[in-house]
């Protein structure tokens, strides 16, 4: 280590490490979610009364190619699904919010769209027991949560749905 100072100047650390001959670390998010800017086929709801973390969660959504529509509550989000003219693949919403729960939106949003997929996103996921019916085949991401946690929880419930889909629509065509 060299260490370098000047009074009214400043200083300056030089660190030297030796050479390894060792591979880097690839860095890798099991290919869900990884193109960037890449189009997706699928449409987001994104619910969540927060307006920075709407905005970061839309953000990231769209970076990622996906179509994303945004919801403050649940009524509005309601109001979204009930439009002729709007498709949603995958609802993603908290499940603390004033006015209607998240639990309560995925259960009125099946009402109007059945079979429509659930994703919470949640600060407290130990909690989640209490509404175990509600999330049985929905997904939970715990916040706070990275670009990359999103981007694979969202690849999980959207791909990982319709590859499970297929996969039992060519065992039906196999019998």
């Known amino acids: 280590m060299l260490l370098e100072s000047t009074v009214g ?28 800017n890449e189009k997706r086929e699928a449409t987001i709801l994104v619910s969540e009364d927060n307006d920075d973390v709407r905005a970061y969660v ?28 709007v498709t949603v693949d995958l609802l993603l919403s908290d499940v603390v919010m004033p006015g209607m729960s998240g ?12 079979g429509l997929k659930v994703l919470f996103m949640s600060g407290y996921p130990r909690n989640l027991a209490a509404n175990e019916d509600t999330v ?18 969202v690849g999980l419930a959207v791909d990982g749905a319709q590859e499970k889909d297929s996969r039992r629509s060519q065992q039906r065509d196999a019998r």
């Open 9 to 36: 100047v400043g200083t300056v650390v030089t660190l030297i490490f030796p050479r390894s001959m060792s591979a880097l670390p690839v860095a890798h998010d099991g290919g869900i979610g990884s193109g960037e």
């Open 58 to 85: 839309v953000e990231v959504l769209r970076d990622l190619g996906y179509r994303v529509l945004e919801a403050h509550d649940g009524e509005s989000a309601i109001r979204l699904l009930e439009r002729p003219d």
């Open 103 to 114: 639990w309560e939106l995925a259960q009125r949003a099946r009402r109007i769209k059945s």
């Open 136 to 153: 049985r085949d929905a997904g939970i991401l715990a916040k706070p949560f990275t670009r990359s946690d999103l981007a694979h929880a």
